[in-house]
């Protein structure tokens, strides 16, 4: 009989946490408007409001504060009642939410709910001249690190990997997705060309390349709101918040958009922070409208620290290229071969695309027949081989150009690589031997495993001089600018043109930083600290200057920076 009781009473918990506890609060808000004075047409537009999505967005989010639950009902009931006088408006939910808050008191799942209500009216009340509550953070324009979508080239006969793609964004039970697969099987491209489908579908798709710190990510969030005058872009974007109050108004934001959003994180596999788990299962946990895809290599050296977000995701492998495409793929890189050739190249390149894209291009200088025959081991097991075999009779020009790509993180200005040594014949090849590509805003870049391989190649000496012309180089940029304006105050100048030049010397710090080149490293940063924090990049701020002081301690300088204030006419 006790057994039976106490499966009644859980039964009844269970019941009461998941649905009663809801309709409970719900009823607090209904009876304090129908018992707050007022004009009969403002109570009517505030039932309407209680039992619309502005409960299941604000009213029962625990982390919205009683501050931003009551100003995006006062907004809401001033569109709703446009002839209403603003100030009795104001009056009548002033009464509504102190009666939510008397409604509330002591009870044992809402009490402390009531008490924050309580004193959020309580400092609303007060006389000027007393501490005022302080509402929303100062409002800033913030950065967006969003990039762009990668340009789907060479794309060959994955249909059934977009079937399924297709299928998890309709399953309104799975938020994530995850593309997963050995360097160079094709991740990247599946998901590009899934993104350029979803944009032609009507969602609004955003792509993030990592290294993407999750401080990067809410800011870029934050700067969505903005452009879409939502009012809490102030709190998603403040630093100071807490975490879980940003998440939450981010998610809001994304889930209360006409549009459905698409967002992609492109490499997470050198996802550095444990906080983006927690990202990942908080909107795995309230989202059911926008849709997380991730990308991340398998490697079998690293496959046991590969890190993938838990929750309710799918996990898809992304398989080696279809046999019967391998003709098609060899063509389109240039090597005309028959049926046969194909399938045996694709047997020698296991499958892999990089690896077939390898061997196409050396194929244009030697023989296929003879890369056949070459003893080269199973691609996933050891690429660096194949790259030493295949690379290595390119030209001279080639070689200098991909070793100079391969101290560039992000893709490249044309320019800057000439800068550095790289010459327009060499960038040419890599680009002809499909080694090194151009994005859509005309900047080069080459593929991770391929940039890693060259990266390994350079001597320290090679290192530090194109850092630090590099660095010379951006400096220039942001000289030349500069000197466009002259006459013109720093703070006239448009946001974009500011952050643009901001942009050049932040780089410009970081490659004087990788050639220990410490007076050029802080010259550079000394006038942009001051804007990273203006702009909410309290995060990248603070690694500047933990890196700036690195670089003086290096040097035995007692001071590392003079980080003032700076002169910007």
């Known amino acids: 009989m006790e057994g039976l009781v106490s499966l009644v009473d859980k039964v009844l918990g269970w019941f009461y946490h998941r649905v009663w506890r809801w309709r409970e609060l719900r009823g607090f808000y209904e009876r304090a408007v129908g018992e707050a004075k007022g004009d009969e047409a403002i109570k009517q537009a505030a039932l309407e409001i209680v039992r619309s999505d502005f409960f299941t967005e604000f009213i029962q989010r625990r982390t919205v504060t009683p501050e931003q639950e009551f100003s995006e009902f006062l907004k809401r009931l001033k569109e709703k009642c446009p002839k209403a006088d603003d100030f009795a408006i104001t009056e009548f939910l002033e009464d509504v939410y102190a009666r939510v808050a008397d409604q ?134 403040d630093p100071q918040q807490k975490f879980e109050v940003r998440i939450d108004n981010a998610i809001r934001f994304l889930e209360s958009q006409q549009q459905p959003w698409l967002i992609v994180l492109d490499d997470f596999h050198k996802a550095t922070e444990d906080k983006w788990q927690e990202v990942i299962a908080l909107f795995d946990q309230h989202c ?67 690896a077939m894209k390898l061997f196409a291009q050396a194929a244009r200088r030697r023989s296929v027949e003879k890369l056949l025959q070459m003893p080269l081991p199973e691609w996933s097991e050891n690429a660096q081989k194949w790259m030493d075999e295949l690379l290595g009779d390119l030209s001279e020009l080639a070689k200098e150009a991909a070793k100079r790509l391969s101290i560039f993180d992000e893709p490249v200005e044309h320019d800057l ?37 060259w990266k390994a190649k350079l001597s320290e000496e090679e290192r530090a001089s194109w850092h630090r012309l590099a660095g010379e180089w951006l400096k220039g940029q ?73 670089l003086a301690r290096k040097v035995k300088m007692k001071k590392p920076s003079p980080f003032g204030r700076t002169n910007w006419q």
């Not at 990308?295 to 995701?313: D, N, Q, W």
């Not at 550095?420 to 080459?446: H, M, N, P, S, V």
Request: hydrophobic share 35%; aromatic share 10%; charged share 30%.
């Open 104 to 237: 509330m008191e002591g009870h044992e799942t809402w009490g402390k709910r009531g008490d924050e209500i309580a004193e959020f009216l309580r400092q609303r009340r007060q006389p000027v001249g007393e501490t005022v509550f302080e509402r929303v953070p100062e409002q800033r324009t913030y950065p967006n690190h969003f990039s762009h979508i990668p340009k789907a080239s060479n794309f060959l006969d994955r249909e059934e990997e977009l079937k399924r793609l297709d299928e998890w964004l309709k399953d309104g039970e799975q938020t994530e997705c995850a593309l997963i697969g050995v360097g160079g099987q094709g991740k990247t491209y599946l998901a590009a060309k899934f993104a350029e489908e979803c944009l032609q579908n009507g969602w609004q798709v955003r792509w993030a390349d990592f290294p993407f710190t999750v401080e990067h990510f809410l800011l870029s969030i934050a700067s969505e709101m903005q452009n879409c005058g939502d009012q809490y872009a102030s709190i998603v974007g």
């Open 288 to 354: 059911r409208k926008t849709k997380i895809l991730l990308t991340a290599r398998r490697e079998p050296e690293a496959f046991e620290e590969l890190k993938l977000p838990t929750g309710a995701h799918e996990i898809l492998d992304v398989p080696k290229l279809p046999r019967e495409v391998a003709k098609d793929y060899l063509q389109a890189l240039g090597l005309p071969v028959d049926d046969d050739r194909a399938e045996r190249i694709w047997e020698k390149c296991s499958g892999n695309p990089v």
């Open 417 to 453: 690589l000439l800068a550095i040594g790289a010459t327009e014949e060499g960038l040419f090849d890599l680009q002809d031997y499909r080694l090194a590509e151009k994005t859509i805003d005309e900047r080069w870049q080459e593929h991770d495993l391929l940039r890693q391989y």
């Open 478 to 550: 942001a000289e030349r600018i500069k000197a466009e304006q002259e006459g013109r105050k720093f703070e006239d100048w448009s946001l974009e043109l500011q952050q643009t030049w901001a942009n050049y010397l932040h780089r410009a710090f970081w490659h004087f930083a990788s050639a220990e080149a410490v007076k050029e490293a802080l010259k550079a940063a000394s006038p942009i600290t001051e804007l990273l924090d203006r702009w909410g990049e309290w995060d990248e701020n603070l690694r500047l200057c933990q890196k700036a002081l690195e």
